[in-house]
């Protein structure tokens, strides 16, 4: 979503005018002749009970403010939730069984260390019904990333990430570790991999990685 960005010193863009300007030209031929080609837009509708496309192994996709299942094959989208305003939604993912998904819901800092920001964690059936939160950020600032169901589907496994600082603002610390939720019972189960940046779960569920 960054846009890369480049510039030159003042006396040095002053000095090369013909560089500056084949560095321009040469872009925006190679744009042109991309533009050239067709391009096909993926159909987005909304998700209907029994109509999700390849419900359990479609693609979950963060668009902007929206939270989508692709059907890798066809290229059918349908959107399955909507972001309120100022909230994004990261790290979805199926459950093994593909009847429900989980994802997180970021409310961002936006640089006022006094106000309220961070994650919370919901569950929602397949085709974006009866979602509901399992984990609610109890401290603003506190981060849940790369979520990753158990294959019985009665945990998730997560990245816990949270940035202290003080009344006037000023850094104190960090904390990042795995940590393990109950899906039924909310119950987290802290520390289990200290010091852990986007833990996963191998495919067997034996071990982590």
């Known amino acids: 979503m960054l846009v890369p960005v480049s510039g030159c010193l003042r006396r040095a863009c002053a000095n090369r005018p013909r560089a500056a300007l084949a560095l321009f030209v040469a872009p925006l031929m190679l744009l042109l002749s991309c ?62 069984d593909g009847k429900q998904f989980a994802y997180v819901l970021d409310k961002p800092f936006q640089g006022d260390t006094t106000a309220d920001y961070g994650d919370d964690m919901y569950v929602a059936d397949a085709n974006g019904q009866n ?44 904390v990042y570790e795995a940590r393990s939720i109950d899906v039924a019972s909310g119950t987290v189960t802290p520390s289990v991999v200290p010091n852990a940046n986007g833990t996963d779960v191998c495919r067997t569920g034996a071990s982590l990685t």
């Not at 979520?147 to 850094?171: M, V």
């Open 35 to 96: 533009s050239s080609g067709s391009t096909q837009a993926s159909t987005v509708s909304t998700c209907a009970p029994g109509k999700l496309p390849n419900a359990g192994n479609g693609m979950l996709i963060t668009r902007d403010q929206s939270l989508a299942s692709r059907d890798m094959k066809s290229g059918s989208e349908c959107n399955l939730l909507n972001a309120p305003p100022g909230e994004f939604f990261t790290y979805p993912a199926w459950a093994p």
């Open 131 to 174: 979602q509901h939160v399992i984990l609610h950020h109890t401290k603003s600032g506190e981060q849940y990333e790369s979520l990753n169901w158990s294959l019985d589907a009665k945990s998730i496994l997560f990245s816990y990430f949270y940035t202290d600082y003080d009344s006037q603002g000023q850094y104190k610390g960090q």
